[in-house]
Structures are given as C-alpha cells and as structure tokens.
C-alpha cells in the first residue's frame, strides 16, 4: 500500500527556521493534525496504533528547548511530535539515524527512549553526522539530555555505520546530503546498506519526501514496490514531508 497523507493545511504552515521553539499554532491544533496522520499509519498497517504519551512529549520538547544549541532547523513543531510519536509507539530497541546537523532531528527519534520523554528502553540509539565539528555539537547537546550514553552520536559516513551495523534495525532515520552531486539521492545508498537488517515491522523514515520528491525520486520508487517495503506513505504535514515505509 502506498498513499500521500496531506494535513489540510500544509500548504501555510510554515516556521522561520531560525527560531525552533516558536509555537505555531494552538497544541490542541498541532495535537489533531499529528493524530489525523498517526491514524493513517495505523491504517496503511505501519504502526501498530496511535497512542503516545502527550505529558512526556512536552516534556521531551521542553528539554530541547532548554538544553539544546541549535542554530537551525527544518524539522516543524508538528515534524518533531510526529518523530517523537512514531518511536514511542514502535519503541524501537535499535535506531539509527543519519544525517543529524545539531542533533535536533536524532533527539525528536531518540528522545522517546532517554531523558524526560522517556516511554521505553533502547539498546542502541545511534546518530550519524559526517561533518566532525557538527557531529561534535550534536554529541554535546545529546549528552545534555541523556546522561547514559544510550543515545550518542558518532562523526562518520552514514553508509559505513550502517553497513557494519549487526544488529537488526528497527528504524533508520535519513535525513543526509551525500557529496559528489547526490545530495538526498544518499538515502537510497545509506537503506541498501542497512535493508537486510531491517526486520518485519522494520520502520523507515525518510526527511524532505515531499520538497525533495525530484532528488528523491529513486529512493521513493524502491520503498514505495511491493517487492521491497508492505507500506510507505508520504505524510505531509509541513512543507517537507517525510516518507514513512515498513518491511
């Protein structure tokens, strides 16, 4: 099965990328808006229900806000609940995530299994970043949140940390640019790297579906065959979208 799933206003939600925490509309909207794609999840058989604890989320966005230096961000107020919702309803025991800047996006994954967000426990919640002084101000701001070391970050090639990855993974976050012109066409080469390692129920995510579609458009095609992933649908509730797809 694969679908597009539009918020009704996708089109005007916008953030100023410069300014993270900026509520950009009433929670109660931003709360419906994400259960409104939850539900389609659910129904496409790719979470297994919608259900997340709202109390430790805020929490969870709180600690960011606080703890976290961060100079930009793509990833909305509604794209953060959204990352936060799917892994602490999957609650995934290993997570990658590739391509984390700041370490905004790796924490609105990882934030459901450490610190004040906190639903379950993981085994290893793993951030990717290639540029060592980024991966570096990424670690320092994960560490701020999560004391344990669960969550960490590591500077390498994405592709390589998920090639020699031997655990089964239970959802990759792609969010990187590749070099030599492949800009978000990496996703595909960082999700063949890890695609056996996905197990049934396995969770892809994959950052700027919808505004990246173009650049995007032989990754989308291998999620979206039957032959590779049972469901992926392309939540729009910004103007990045994100693809979500499971084995």
């Known amino acids: 099965m694969t679908c597009t799933h539009f918020s009704k206003d996708w089109e005007t939600y916008r953030m100023d990328y410069s300014d993270p925490h900026r509520a950009l509309e009433p929670l109660e909207a931003e709360v419906a808006i ?7 999840l659910n129904e496409a058989g790719i979470v297994p229900h919608t259900t997340y604890d709202h109390g430790k989320m805020l929490a969870h966005r ?12 793509a990833i909305t107020p509604r ?85 020699r990855f031997s655990e089964p993974i239970a959802v990759l976050y792609l969010d990187a640019d590749g070099d030599r012109g492949r800009g978000k066409g990496i996703y595909l080469d960082i999700l063949e790297a890890g695609y056996d390692r ?27 065959d039957a032959a590779h992933f049972r469901a992926s649908v392309n939540v729009v509730i910004d103007g990045e979208g994100v693809e979500v797809s499971v084995r």
């Open 62 to 73: 709180h600690a960011v806000r606080e703890l976290f230096e961060i100079p930009w961000t």
């Open 34 to 40: 994400v259960g409104e794609s939850l539900v389609a």
């Open 198 to 224: 996905l197990p049934p129920g396995g969770v892809v995510l994959a950052h700027n579906s919808f505004n990246a579609s173009t650049r995007l458009k032989q990754y989308l095609d291998f999620v979206r």
């Open 79 to 163: 794209m953060q609940r959204l990352l936060y919702a799917i892994n602490a309803i999957v609650q995934p025991r290993n997570m990658i995530a590739a391509g984390i800047f700041c370490g905004n996006t790796f924490i609105s994954n990882a934030g459901a299994a450490v610190g004040p967000g906190a639903c379950y426990t993981a085994r290893n919640l793993i951030g990717v970043e290639i540029k060592p002084q980024e991966a570096a101000r990424a670690e320092r701001n994960v560490r701020r949140i999560d004391p344990t070391g669960v969550a960490r970050v590591v500077a390498a090639d994405a592709v390589e940390v998920v090639a």
